[in-house]
């Protein structure tokens, strides 16, 4: 299992072009690249949690094994150097060792704008029922794209 830190960028699909995500009927809001060999098939949509919690949902294949993460919008952000979305991904099904990922919002003169996605810091939690956890919600239209 890969502890390692990474990055990653995610840009939004466009042109109307549909990329199956998670299911076959949930299409990808956005697409990834990454210059890690270790890290394909990066792609993210749009979600709603239980509470009604926007999110952003991040499925990715690390090391041959596909994972899922999450990116919240930082309401805690007070300096021009912190993250724009905070939030982890599960390097393990119980969802107990996880990276931190931290994103920010950037604009490309060929990309337009887009996220630029750091994986980093393994870090050990207890397992916990989701319906309990806090979160910021994510409105669409703070979404960059």
Known sequence: MS?????????????GKEIPAFTKDVKADYTGS??????KN????????????KYIRVRLTLDGKVRFGALFKNEKKSAENQPDFTGSL??????TLRLRLA??????????RYLSVAASEPMQKPAQDAS??????????????
């Open 132 to 145: 309990k956890s806090s979160s910021t919600e994510v409105e669409d239209e703070e979404i960059p794209f």
């Open 34 to 39: 990454s210059q890690d060999d270790s890290v």
């Open 90 to 95: 599960d390097l393990d099904d119980e969802g």
């Open 3 to 15: 502890s390692k830190n990474f990055s990653f960028n995610l840009f939004a699909v466009k042109d």
């Open 42 to 53: 990066i792609l993210a949509t749009k979600a709603v949690a239980k509470n009604g919690s």
């Open 103 to 112: 994103a920010w919002v950037k604009t490309g003169e060929k990309a337009g």
